[in-house]
């Protein structure tokens, strides 16, 4: 029996979202296989709760919990935080150092998939379609005209390093730039201004695990709100077509950019990549190495499409990850 920490929660605007994900893998993992420790880290603390309802804190000088006065090293850690510490390659690299294998990229590619703007420059070059950007700090003097001019109208202000589209807004004139921008400083010290595509928002599941590559059926979303922000998201605002409607060439280019980006980024463990399609034009948008898990989420209704369990899905990832580890 392999014992599994199910690290979950975090310290951004997503932790609770993050929770809801950790809850739906948690009842479909397999007891037979696995110990599940539900590990919640939040405001600083690393609190695992026993079947009594006992709450005790997890050690990190030697990642141990203590349960009833026994000493508990899991030797593995599935990773269910959106955001900072689990996306951004902080936890990985303590985990690193503690000599666990996770379920997640390592620590440099979560660096790099973390930050947007360096994702599309580690992209660059690769015959990816990325859409163009400008990448402003918190002393960025910033012209609203000339950025206008530069990239069109409407575009995208977002935070550099968030996700379920906290902070982000679609800007229709030069005059909601510079409050766009101080709402994703909220969320980011780097903003990115990008210009806007029109076109189909799709998101397409990639793992390769024991050698195999799983290229998941493609979701679109169709939207009632602007775009597929947090409403579309997690208040049912949207519809979720799996698999999407699509001509056979453009889920050719899609499956073909998403197992690019996959390698490319030296990924591991299952990823979601959402892209805008243009005509027949994929354009990557972003790329998210700690997918969403809960019921509402896109990975677990592209696995159930592609006739596999969350609970299957798992056991690809843990099994493969380990083997990593060794």
């Known amino acids: 029996m392999k014992n599994i920490a199910l690290i979950a929660g ?24 696995y110990n ?21 804190e997890l050690d990190r000088n030697d990642f141990t919990i203590e349960i009833k006065g026994e000493k508990i090293r899991p030797d593995y850690a599935l990773i269910l935080i959106h955001g900072t510490p689990g996306e951004d390659g902080r936890l990985q690299g303590y985990l690193d150092m503690m000599k666990i294998p996770y379920s997640s990229c390592g620590f440099v590619t979560s660096v790099i998939t973390f930050d947007k703007s360096a994702c599309k420059r580690a992209l660059a070059g690769t015959g990816i379609d990325l859409a163009r950007e400008i990448l402003v700090g918190r002393n960025t003097k910033i012209d609203p005209a000339a950025v206008a001019g530069e990239l069109g109208l409407p575009l995208f202000v977002k935070p ?87 001509d056979a060439e453009i889920v050719r280019k899609v ?53 596999m369990t969350v609970g299957q899905l798992y056991d690809l990832i843990i099994e493969d990850t380990s083997k990593q580890a060794e």
Not at 20 to 30: C, F, K, P, Y
Not at 185 to 203: C, K, M
Request: proline fraction near 4%; charged fraction near 25%.
């Open 36 to 56: 599940v420790y539900k590990i919640i880290l939040h405001d600083g603390r690393w609190n695992y709760m026993d079947e009594d309802g006992v709450v005790s």
């Open 255 to 307: 499956n073909a950019m998403t197992l690019s980006a996959y390698k490319t980024l030296n990924c591991r463990g299952v990823v979601r990549i959402d892209f805008i399609v243009k005509g027949d034009r994929p354009y990557l948008i972003e790329v998210n190495t700690i997918p969403g898990m809960s019921a509402h989420s896109i990975i677990p209704q592209q696995a159930q499409a592609m006739g």
């Open 160 to 246: 550099n390093a968030s996700g379920s589209s906290f902070g982000v807004t679609k800007v229709k004139s030069a005059d909601q730039i510079l409050p766009a921008v101080e709402k994703a400083f909220a969320e980011s010290d780097h903003v990115l201004i990008e210009e806007y595509i029109q076109g189909r928002e799709i998101s397409c599941g990639v793992l390769i695990a024991g050698g195999r590559e799983y290229l998941f059926p493609i979701t679109e979303l169709v939207c009632e709100t602007e775009f597929f922000d947090y409403d579309a998201k997690y208040k049912g605002l949207s519809k979720e077509i799996t698999p999407a409607p699509l």
């Open 10 to 33: 975090g310290e951004s605007s997503e932790w609770q979202i993050a929770l809801e994900g950790a809850s739906l893998v948690e009842q479909n993992l397999d007891r037979t296989k």
